[in-house]
């Protein structure tokens, strides 16, 4: 049975409201890359493909592995990928929207023999935002104690929280919220904050699973991207068209009111240090003051924007980078919002034109782009105006090096 999760109206209930377009369904999921470097760099691409396969790439586009094994026709798992898969350089962590999270071996893709059970069948949830690492000295898991590693930490739509130990996938504590977890949780000074659809930030002991403040802060609508936690503060935006600012310690309020972008902010947001940036699901793009939350400029992109805005540094300065669903990336001077330059095509290796819905990933002066409808993985030069260096398929029909 095809199942979907619609965010549409509001409702008594949880005082959701949604927005036309934004859609989680058992197939095509929007999976950002993620960029690995060793520390002999040498750099692994893992990402997942809108079909059901996590895939690890070189760094010339070529297929090192996948799970489920493409090269022996093993069917795709048909339980797609939303988040971005984690990495610890041994092993690759990745939750499926059947509730399960995976823990593989990076090198080989095989499945981590350290957990007795793979996958981990979490709830009768989905798996929609990224596991998160927190990284700890050690991690004391529930049914085996203390191991050395990390924590993983990943949300459910059941409305849950899970932490478990890394290296053996042992439980450590599971902590509840009112309403589905879409977006990935992030760690902060041993403090999980995240967000639901009930409206609420949390903020959570990742050493206990204990609640971090007095009561979790009420938003005016759902949350369903990750925050950004920088110098004692939590930024997000929400769906009934605010952002917010917090203090990480007490979850109070930083800001006198929050700012009212007048439709809902569906992406995550970005700040470099001084402004924080946002984008509204219809395209308007607006600078903010991180201290006090006054619009230093805005920019309407005229387009529908899902995906969370980046930063990246470009000869002159510092750039805001937005991509459209429509299947273009906009570069945004972060002075004063105006566009630098014509906006980049993103299209598959057949000049087809894509969507783009997950986020985007900077490495120097390259983007790496996952891509659906059709699917694809693709890295562009900055520095060469937005080329492609490589589309997979087809460079991931050779086996990588």
């Not at 619609?6 to 989680?24: E, I, P, Y």
């Not at 060793?38 to 990402?47: A, K, Q």
């Not at 005229?302 to 570069?331: D, F, H």
């Not at 598959?348 to 694809?376: F, G, R």
């Amino acid at each position: 049975m095809k199942v979907a999760l619609f965010v549409l109206a509001v409702t008594a209930s949880l005082l959701l409201v949604g927005c036309a377009g934004a859609r989680f369904t058992t197939k095509g999921g929007w999976s950002s890359p993620v960029v690995y470097e060793s520390e002999e760099g040498r750099r692994v691409i893992y990402v997942g493909s809108q079909e059901g396969r996590l895939l690890a790439l070189d760094s010339l586009g070529g297929l090192l592995w996948s799970f489920p094994d493409v090269t022996i026709d093993e069917s795709p798992l048909g339980r797609v990928l939303y988040g971005a898969p984690a990495v610890d350089g041994e092993r690759v962590y990745f939750g499926t929207y059947s509730g399960e999270l995976y823990a593989l071996d990076a090198q080989t893709g095989e499945r981590a023999t350290e957990w007795s059970v793979n996958p981990i069948v979490v709830d009768e949830g989905h798996i929609i935002g990224a596991p998160t690492l927190a990284g700890e000295e050690q991690c004391f898991g529930q049914t085996r104690g203390a191991v050395e590693g990390d924590v993983l930490v990943v949300g459910s739509s059941s409305g849950s929280v899970y932490a478990f130990c890394a290296a053996d996938g042992s439980p450590v504590w599971r902590a509840e919220t009112r309403g589905e977890v879409w977006g990935s949780p992030v760690v902060s000074d041993g403090t999980v904050y995240v967000g639901s659809q009930d409206g609420h930030m949390y903020a959570i002991s990742l050493a206990s699973g204990t609640p971090r403040w007095p009561q979790a802060f009420k938003a005016g609508g759902a949350i369903v991207a990750q925050p950004w936690v920088a110098d004692g503060k939590v930024f997000f935006g929400a769906l009934d068209g605010k952002v917010y600012a917090l203090d990480a310690e007490s979850g109070g309020p930083v800001w006198r009111k929050p700012f009212d972008g007048g439709n809902w902010f569906w992406a995550g947001v970005i700040s470099d240090g001084e402004k924080l940036y946002a984008v509204t699901v219809k395209g308007k793009v607006v600078a903010l003051d991180g201290d006090t939350g006054i619009k230093r400029w805005e920019t309407n992109l005229n387009a529908m924007v899902i995906s969370s805005p980046v930063l990246v540094q470009k000869q002159g300065g510092v750039r805001l980078m937005v991509a459209t669903k429509e299947g273009e990336i906009a570069i945004l001077r972060t002075e004063a919002g105006e566009e630098d330059g014509g906006r980049i095509p993103i299209s598959d290796a057949e000049n087809k034109q894509v969507k783009l819905k997950a986020p985007l990933v900077v490495s120097e002066s390259m983007v790496y782009i996952n891509t659906m409808d059709p699917w694809t993985t693709q890295v562009v030069d900055l520095n060469t105006g937005g080329n492609a260096t490589w589309i997979c398929p087809p460079s991931c029909d050779r086996i990588g090096r």
